[in-house]
């Protein structure tokens, strides 16, 4: 039973670990049209979002399909990431 919660304590330290690191790491992608610019953390939360260039002349519909492709781009790749991250827990199985 204590060796159950040893190995608990260890796997919620490790995961902790993870969770700090995957927050440290960040991605950048930018739109299609190169109107907009998304930072994104392994934890995938949105650091930045910039505006790269003169949206006046751009079409509302067009804003949004690029901001919509933009962000799930930025997802992906982030997810991609942690994955890549993540791939050293493979072995916390045996708990």
Known sequence: MFENLKQLMELKKTMTEMKNRLDGMEIK???KKNLFEITVSGSQEVKEIKILNDLTD???????KDLKELFNKAIKDSQKMAAQA?????GLGGL
Do not use: F
Request: aromatic share 0%.
């Open 58 to 64: 751009v079409k509302k519909e067009d804003l949004e």
């Open 86 to 90: 993540m791939g050293g827990l493979a």
């Open 29 to 31: 992608v930018q739109s």
